[in-house]
């Protein structure tokens, strides 16, 4: 969905949705190196490269950010069987799953100053356009069954759009026109790291940060980090 920035005091969302704004370059090392022997062997559908944004915003979550992270890691537990359960029965990929973690840090009354809301982080038009209900006393953006089952309606139909996984969830992240945009001026290309420097700054980050949230749920052990 569209850059959020979630109001709450919790520094779960903080971590997930807050910009690193500094350009830090990692040296080889024989821990970065781990870092990326790890992060290659990931089994997702989106195409994993190492870069040094994705080796930051993976320290972030396994360092600097180790509470939220535990955090986190203990609601995974209550609400991605209720994900993959839908992600199967639609036949989608199971580590999409890991889009929930990075829009709203699995907080399913997640709510946004532009106004996104639930743990799929709907914009108000875009869930009544895949039929939810939006309004003062109904928001079915924050329901977990109905938001999860729009949500990945959505991203079936930005696959069935693009043909790659990886180029579906920038447009996930910024909409259709930006990636658009961004393709045209790539040559036509659909490769997303070839794609990305004409994408918004926010969306530039987004696979880097889904590449972190698949890192944490499948390595947070080796980190001594475990669910609260």
């Not at 850059?3 to 969302?13: E, G, L, M």
């Not at 559908?45 to 993976?58: A, F, G, H, P, Y």
Request: hydrophobic share 40%.
């Amino acid at each position: 969905m569209n850059k959020v920035n979630i109001i709450t005091r919790s520094q779960v969302i903080v971590f997930f949705l807050t910009l690193f704004i500094t350009n830090t370059s990692f040296t080889r090392s024989p821990y970065n190196d781990d870092i990326i022997r790890r992060v290659e062997n990931l089994n997702t559908v989106i195409d994993v490269r190492v870069t040094d944004e994705v080796l930051k915003q993976i320290k972030s979550t396994v360092e600097s950010w180790r509470e939220d992270s535990e955090s986190v890691l203990g609601r995974s537990s209550l609400y991605f069987p209720v994900i993959e359960n839908v992600l199967r029965e639609k036949n989608l990929p199971d580590d999409l799953k890991y889009i929930a973690v990075i829009e709203s840090a699995l907080l399913p009354r997640a709510q946004s100053n532009q106004g996104a809301a639930g743990m799929w982080q709907f914009m108000k038009g875009t869930a009544e356009l895949f039929g939810l209900k939006v309004g003062k006393v109904i928001d079915e953006r924050k329901d977990v069954i109905k938001s999860t089952e729009k949500a990945t309606d959505y991203l079936q139909l930005l696959y069935e759009t693009y043909g790659n996984w990886t180029i579906a969830l920038a447009a996930y992240n910024c909409g259709t026109g930006r990636v658009n945009k961004a393709i045209k001026k790539a040559g036509g290309s659909k490769d997303y790291w070839a794609v990305s420097q004409y994408l918004p700054t926010e969306t530039k980050r987004y696979i880097p940060r889904f590449i972190a949230a698949a890192y944490l749920m499948n390595y947070y052990y080796i980190h001594d980090l475990s669910p609260a």
